[in-house]
């Protein structure tokens, strides 16, 4: 069965700082990986997804994220964090058939 | 486009009541997902519908839970007998099935269960 990894249920990091928020994968074959943030009492957000191309994905707000076959990775980051920022973010692989798993999430804290 | 619509926002019942959530997706989004999520936790697949079609539930789904998509527009899901165990967030989502946002999901706000 086809999962994702959050190691860090909580990334506390300075305005203004890059900000990394990792993720690993576990899949059967080629894998379709989101990235999508919760703010409080809203639904989730997608920010971006990798399907196939290039390894850098770009997304919304400012984020990317890296697809890293051989370590099964796909983090997610941003040069420059901004306060707003703070919220919880999922990474999410798309198993067969179109239904989405979803990791524990990690909690961004951005200190001002 | 007013995005993935869910009523009620807040749903308070006691055990062994009956509830009913509906879920409006975006307009020509043909396909309707609904998750699960409690505290601390990721969302939770339940099932999914393309168009009236309801084409995967999860074990999660019991025999408790019912889904409908009668007209493949709006959705419904039922949670009869509740039990405390059923509080939690239900989420919908909905995705087209092509264009550019072909394979990206979009959320609803939830509606949040309380079983006293």
């Known amino acids: 069965a086809q999962s994702v990894a959050q190691p860090e249920d909580q990334v506390n990091v300075a305005e203004g700082n890059p900000l990394t928020v990792k993720c690993t994968y576990s899949?059967?074959?080629?894998?379709?990986l989101f990235w999508y943030v919760q703010y409080p009492n809203r639904g989730l957000q997608f920010l971006l997804k990798y399907i196939t191309g290039d390894n850098l994905v770009k997304g919304s707000y400012g984020f990317e994220a890296e697809f890293n076959k051989s370590q099964t990775s796909f983090h997610l980051k941003k040069p420059s964090a901004l306060v707003s920022d703070s919220a919880l973010y999922f990474c999410?692989?798309?198993?067969?058939?179109?239904?989405?798993?979803f990791g524990k999430g990690t909690r961004l804290h951005i200190l001002p | 486009d007013t995005g993935v619509s869910q009523d009620p926002r807040h749903k308070i019942t006691k055990r062994g009541q009956n509830v009913t959530f509906r879920c409006d997706p975006i307009?020509?989004?043909?396909?309707l997902y609904w998750y699960r999520q409690t505290l601390g936790q990721g969302p939770e697949f339940l099932t999914y519908f393309q168009n009236e079609a309801q084409l995967e539930k999860s074990r999660l789904l019991s025999d408790r839970f019912s889904a409908e998509r009668p007209k493949g527009s709006f959705s419904t899901l039922e949670i009869q007998r509740t039990e405390q165990g059923d509080s939690a967030m239900y989420l919908c989502a909905s995705s087209p099935t092509g264009g550019i946002a072909k394979n990206i999901q979009y959320f609803g706000a939830g509606t949040r269960l309380s079983v006293l």
């Open positions: 999410a692989v798309r198993e067969q058939g179109d239904k989405i798993i």
């Open positions: 307009s020509e989004h043909n396909r």
């Open positions: 899949v059967s074959g080629n894998p379709y």
